[in-house]
């Protein structure tokens, strides 16, 4: 239904908030894109509690009852659908947490069959084992939920997916209430599962796993701890009463069940540093991370770019010109820096927006990471390849000023438009605030452009080396 004219969202970015939710039909598709089962055998629903809520609901309707842990959301779902009367009606659904082999999974659905069996796999991507999706297709009693709230940074959103057989699905949706996907909840969690931010996502996943793999094994020294699933970590301080005042004050939210505190694990380490200091632990000092990420989205294109000046890798970049990748990725090797990159972009049209605008994310994420700029070397040049010559030199001095001398004959290396390679150069300049002189030389136009990406990235590597901590320059600021 479409509201009168009269009366618009006054939100920004409300453009279609008039108008009632429609299906989410698209954001269930990408969903099964990314949990690869079929569309059909995915539900989105609001967050994985909805999910629950979902199967209570139906065990409530169908007269019967669900048996799930003891502990939270379940307690609260027990609370709000009680088992009516005296004697407890048989369970007919009942609530796991993932077991770790899909196998097990599918042999635990065939004891309690017809009842149907709920996997909570809310914290799966930040383990190791299998999602009992893989399953599915061979147990008609057999639901798993999915969560984008901690892998995908939705946690403040609740968008989620109830995954089933299709008639499975259909007794969860008869009990699913009207509009229950809200429409700003939908785009958030398309863009959440955009294919350009996959690689950036699994990054962020890992790093919370080794965040959480040293915490642990720094507090594992002093008291038992294990880490729990997702970015969790379970720890049995001696006094965990002072403990928790200690967390708090360092700014830290924990929780106390029982003996047992229940610490949560950041992406930052400074976070988690933390909550090393308020158990009197002193990691080792270390100098601020220089990291950088830009989001740009624009109607052509849709970029990830992150970068780690101090870190030699990961580098993966993903655009879809094929060249340009290889060409962003001499940058970053000779650059020395961990470099990932995702585009989707408008290649059926033309490289052209693709490349450009991967430029000028790049260039923002670099300049993201330099931050005041302290300590830097500043200036970097040069790099011959065979009959090729690429100068460079660069000034990281926060205005930008490009200048790119060299002509390509051959108009296209593969996917890539040599004639870009300019554009490239100064979006960078542009972008990172940087002097960047390019002058190239030779025959063969595959070694000419290959030259000029080793050379900057070459002369990258010199001008952001940390050599002390002053600005470098006479004016104390750049």
């Not at 430029?359 to 011959?384: D, M, N, S, T």
Request: aromatic share 6%; proline share 7%; glycine share 10%.
């Amino acid at each position: 239904m479409t509201l009168p004219a009269p009366y618009p969202p006054l939100v920004s970015g409300g453009e279609g908030l008039d108008r009632y939710p429609g299906d989410a039909s698209a954001l269930a598709a990408r969903m099964a894109a990314v949990y690869g089962v079929p569309g059909e055998q995915v539900l989105p629903v609001r967050g994985l509690t909805h999910g629950l809520e979902l199967a209570y609901r139906l065990a409530a309707r169908d007269g019967g009852s669900v048996g799930a842990p003891k502990a939270e959301p379940y307690d609260s779902l027990d609370a709000i659908y009680p088992t009516k009367g005296e004697t407890a009606p048989e369970k007919n659904i009942v609530v796991i947490r993932a077991l770790g082999l899909p196998e097990a999974v599918g042999e635990m659905a065939a004891r309690v069959a017809p009842a149907l069996l709920v996997v909570d796999e809310g914290l799966i991507e930040f383990s190791d084992s299998a999602s009992a999706v893989t399953v599915v297709s061979d147990q008609p009693n057999l639901v798993v939920l999915r969560s984008l709230s901690l892998a995908y940074g939705l946690a403040g959103a609740r968008v989620g997916a109830a995954i089933a057989q299709a008639q499975t699905l259909a007794r969860l949706a008869s009990v699913l209430e009207p509009y229950a996907l809200p429409e700003p909840l939908v785009r958030l969690a398309m863009q959440a599962l955009d294919p350009s931010r996959m690689i950036e996502t699994a990054e962020r996943i890992a790093s919370v796993r080794r965040e959480r793999e040293r915490v642990a094994r720094e507090l594992g020294c002093h008291m038992p701890v294990e880490q729990g699933v997702g970015p969790i970590i379970m720890a049995r301080p001696e006094e965990p009463a002072a403990a928790l005042a200690g967390l708090k004050a360092y700014g830290v939210e924990a929780d106390l069940s029982g003996e047992r505190l229940r610490l949560p694990i950041s992406i930052k380490s400074e976070v988690n540093d933390r909550l090393l200091a308020a158990f009197g632990l002193t990691p080792a000092k270390r100098r601020p991370a220089r990291v950088g990420q830009a989001v740009r989205d624009t109607k052509e294109t849709r970029i990830v770019c992150a970068v780690d000046l101090d870190a030699p890798g990961p580098v993966k970049i993903e655009t879809g010109v094929g060249f340009f990748d290889h060409m962003l990725e001499q940058i970053a090797a000779h650059g020395g820096f961990s470099l990932r990159l995702q585009c989707e972009g408008d290649l059926h049209t033309d490289p052209h927006h693709t490349i450009e605008d991967s430029a000028i994310a790049l260039g923002q994420a670099l300049k993201q990471a330099l931050g005041e700029r302290k300590g830097i070397a500043r200036y970097g040049f040069v790099l011959p390849m065979d009959e090729a010559n690429a100068t460079v030199s660069i000034d990281l001095s926060g205005r930008p000023y490009p200048l790119f001398e060299g002509a390509f004959e051959t108009p296209f290396i593969g996917d890539y438009r040599t004639d870009l390679t300019a554009h490239v150069f100064r979006s960078l300049a542009e972008a990172m605030g940087a002097a960047v002189h390019i002058k190239v030389t030779g025959q063969d136009d595959h070694h000419k452009t290959e030259a000029v990406y080793k050379a900057f990235g070459r002369a990258l590597r010199q001008a952001i080396r940390v050599e002390g901590d002053a600005v470098p320059s006479t004016k104390g600021v750049l």
